[in-house]
């Protein structure tokens, strides 16, 4: 699976990671949360590739193998799982809780520069700036701008501008320098 994420081919990878996870269960609990965390990923990149999904069903593939991850008591990994859920929440239409779930994965410690389970590189941008929307604005519009030169045509591209936006309205965004001769 995790030779067809680095060939690009991620609806490979994720039907693999569906014959995969059910045996997670046998896995060391650190390689258990990877894989959870790396699956979660594939399907979303792979439902990004399959075109326009059902919106009742969108992302819920990747939303309930993070939510495993979630759910287990003492799982390496929780806070990143937390921060992948607040992507999921915010793809899926509904930023309030994924702001929510960015703040939680921020006050349980969430790593995010190791991202090294996205199947789409361009996520990497997506979550640091989830993950420094609660503590760094500036930053966060930042990490933004990388995410939609990276994603120009995803179908997630919508989500991550209209956070953006919102980041720039509630006035938060970097300034712009003023005119010189102006104060």
Do not use: C, I
């Amino acid at each position: 699976a995790r030779s067809l994420v680095a060939k690009s081919r991620a609806r490979d990878a994720a039907a693999v990671y569906r014959v995969l996870v059910p045996r997670a269960e046998l896995l060391p609990s650190g390689l258990r949360s990877r894989t959870l965390l790396e699956a979660a990923f594939a399907s979303m990149t792979a439902e990004a590739e399959a075109g326009p999904a059902n919106p009742d069903t969108k992302l819920t593939e990747a939303l309930a193998f993070l939510d495993e991850l979630r759910q287990r008591e003492g799982s390496p990994l929780a806070a990143e799982a937390t921060l992948a859920s607040a992507l999921v929440h915010d793809r899926r239409g509904d930023p309030t809780k994924a702001a929510g779930l960015a703040a939680e994965a921020v006050r349980g410690g969430v790593d995010a520069t190791e991202t090294g389970w996205v199947a789409d590189p361009a996520d990497r941008h997506a979550l640091r700036a989830l993950a420094l929307e609660p503590v760094d604005a500036n930053g966060a519009s930042q990490a933004y701008t990388a995410y939609l030169e990276e994603a120009k045509s995803s179908p997630y591209a919508p989500a991550a501008r209209a956070r953006q936006a919102a980041l720039k309205k509630r006035g938060t965004a970097p300034a712009k320098k003023p005119k010189k001769g102006t104060k």
